[in-house]
């Protein structure tokens, strides 16, 4: 418990066992469900970390391999990567799903807001 920073500016590393404290920890949070062989996974990890730094404070991006973490996939019904599970306030409010440019994911997150 407690290993998550007040105001990452990088996405955190979320796993079965810790992911439920960091959606009660942050308002809003945004989890990157990816895996090592997927290509657009891997397109959309720089998108995400440049976004985790210009929006440090205000929302929080967190990684979740999905290959490692079968539970929380299983869980949110993750069917296709990259999945973007969009949380507000501790509960699910939606899925950005697939690989897109930086304007296009700051658009569809802000339609959670």
Not at 39 to 65: H, N, S, W, Y
Not at 105 to 110: A, G, S
């Amino acid at each position: 418990m407690g290993e998550f920073v007040d105001s990452p500016d990088s996405p955190v590393v979320v796993t079965d066992s810790n992911i439920d404290e960091a959606i009660a920890k942050y308002p809003f949070l945004l989890v990157d469900c990816w895996a090592e062989w997927c290509g657009p996974c891997k397109m959309m990890g720089p998108v995400l970390d440049k976004l985790a730094k210009e929006r440090q404070g205000d929302i929080v991006f967190a990684k979740l391999d999905v290959d490692g973490n079968n539970a929380t996939a299983a869980k949110f019904g993750i069917r296709s990567i990259p999945d973007l599970l969009v949380f507000k306030d501790g509960k699910k409010v939606g899925d950005i799903i697939g690989s897109m440019p930086e304007y296009m994911l700051l658009e569809k997150i802000n339609t959670y807001r």
